[in-house]
């Protein structure tokens, strides 16, 4: 899959850009965090993808159609030389 315009090929560091990612439409976190040794506290980390919205995120091709990917509603933060 080609990268978008503008951003650097990570294929080589990173492997193939035509598998998704491992959190690709990952089931939902669970509410409750165990420990093997029973102690259990909330499970705290935030439910959709942050990823999406930082500038690689928004358009990284490996994220579109995943269910957790957030809407796109900033503009990119980088500014082109």
Known sequence: ???APGLPDLTEHHGSTDK????????PFPAVSVA???????FRMAPDCQFTLT????????CFGCNWRQADTQPPTHHPV
């Open 20 to 27: 998704p990612y491992g959190c690709h439409n990952r089931p």
């Open 55 to 62: 500038d690689l995120g928004r358009t990284d091709p490996r």
């Open 1 to 3: 899959m080609p990268v």
């Open 36 to 42: 093997p040794n029973g102690t259990s506290w909330p």
